[in-house]
């Protein structure tokens, strides 16, 4: 007997609250609500081995929030459509804390800016990623380690 095909709705149902998932740049990605962690694969089954191996490698709880997430929620962000977004914007602001982190409701985007330089995606797991990525290369005098599990991160 098959089992069925692992869909993005699937996903979503089973890991939906630990996980944000996403397709980018021809990439399923998944990030983890904890952490700066998250993986990629060229498929959505892919996807979900990846998921069940980090999961069962590092859980989560299921009922997590980040440390300090609350804090931001009484910063005026009236342009943020629902609590699922006023959530992100917190974790993403307790993740990178030296990014200026907002969201705009004109373009649907979400925004992080420095002095130097401005970002905007059009998903929260975007901007994470395009993050995550700038911070990877490291340049002199950028504070903290490369997160897990990209080029040059700690095991």
């Known amino acids: 007997m098959t089992s069925p095909p692992v ?21 399923w990605v998944a990030l983890r609500r ?3 962690r998250f993986l990629t694969t060229d498929t959505l089954a892919g996807l979900e081995r990846a998921i069940e191996a ?6 989560v709880p299921r009922d997590f929030g980040p440390p300090g997430a609350t804090d931001y929620l009484s910063l005026p962000d009236d342009d943020l459509p629902d ?20 969201y705009s409701d004109q ?25 995550l990525l700038l911070q990877c290369r490291q340049p002199p005098g950028w504070p903290g380690p490369v997160p897990r599990g990209l080029p040059g991160g700690t095991s």
Do not use: Q
């Not at 609590?83 to 917190?90: S, V």
């Not at 649907?108 to 929260?124: M, V």
């Open 7 to 27: 869909t993005l709705a699937s996903l979503e149902f089973h890991w939906g609250d630990i996980y944000l998932v996403c397709y980018a740049r021809d990439k």
């Open 34 to 36: 904890d952490h700066l």
């Open 54 to 59: 980090d999961h069962r490698d590092h859980p």
């Open 83 to 102: 609590e699922d977004a006023r959530f992100l914007l917190a974790a993403l602001r307790h993740a990178f804390p030296l990014w200026t982190i907002t």
């Open 107 to 131: 373009m649907h985007a979400w925004i992080a800016r420095t002095r130097k330089k401005t970002l905007c995606e059009n998903s929260p797991v975007l901007l994470c990623a395009a993050l």
